[in-house]
T-cell receptor, first 116, second 110 residues
């Protein structure tokens, strides 16, 4: 079975531009979450969606938005890009919508965004 | 989410067993313990998850004492390809409480 797939794998954008990152979860998984990982640090939570509803949002500005589609795939949108948005953006999926009872999340390989 | 403490870095040699201990003194009754491995420029990879005692899979073992205030990830006979950052997470593994610490940077030497 395919794991979590993300696209594009690498992209370069200019300050002020907009970017859309895409994610397909593992088949059967209904929860998708997004994370930002800056070089040298651990991943930081941005959003979680379950059954197409937002279940959680991290400490990120309103320039960041996301949505989940009926097929459970997801998009992360970032507007008015800043140099500091340069990072690895990770998508993860899980079967359940909560973090307890031994639920496990599986990460994709990420999308490398460079803002120049 | 229970705060975790891990060594920042560890060195080992090929073929040795590596044990990485994570402290989580304020773990809650319902909390699970989950370990991830991350190679440079890749997403974290799930290694193992446990609640108590011992869990073993094809990759690693996880030892959890009775008080559950710590856990030890054991990697048998490491190879150069095990060089990575290892993260220990306790409790709700996503949402606002999802916090990765700095992890343990394991370097396997020839």
């Amino acid at each position: 079975d395919a794991g979590v797939t993300q696209s594009p794998t690498h992209l370069i954008k200019t300050r002020g531009q907009h970017v859309t990152l895409r994610c397909s979860p593992i088949s059967g998984h209904k929860s998708v979450s997004w994370y930002q990982q800056v070089l040298g640090q651990g991943p930081q939570f941005i959003f979680q969606y379950y059954e197409k509803e937002e279940r959680g949002r991290g400490n990120f500005p309103d320039r960041f938005s996301a949505r989940q589609f009926p097929n459970y795939s997801s998009e992360l949108n970032v507007n008015a890009l800043l140099l500091g948005d340069s990072a690895l953006y990770l998508c993860a999926s899980s079967l359940k919508g909560d973090g307890f009872s031994g639920n496990t999340i599986y990460f994709g390989e990420g999308s490398w965004l460079t803002v120049v | 989410l229970a705060k975790t403490t891990q060594p920042i870095s560890m060195d080992s040699y090929e073929g040795q067993e590596v044990n990485i201990t994570c402290s989580h003194n304020n773990i809650a009754t319902n909390d699970y313990i989950t370990w991830y491995q991350q190679f440079p420029s890749q997403g974290p990879r799930f290694i193992i998850q446990g609640y108590k005692t011992k869990v073993t899979n094809e990759v690693a073992s996880l030892f959890i004492p009775a008080d559950r205030k710590s856990s030890t990830l054991s990697l048998p006979r490491v190879s150069l390809s095990d060089t990575a950052v290892y993260y220990c997470l306790v409790g709700e593994i996503y949402g606002q409480n999802f916090v990765f610490g700095p992890g343990t940077r394991l370097s396997v030497l020839p």
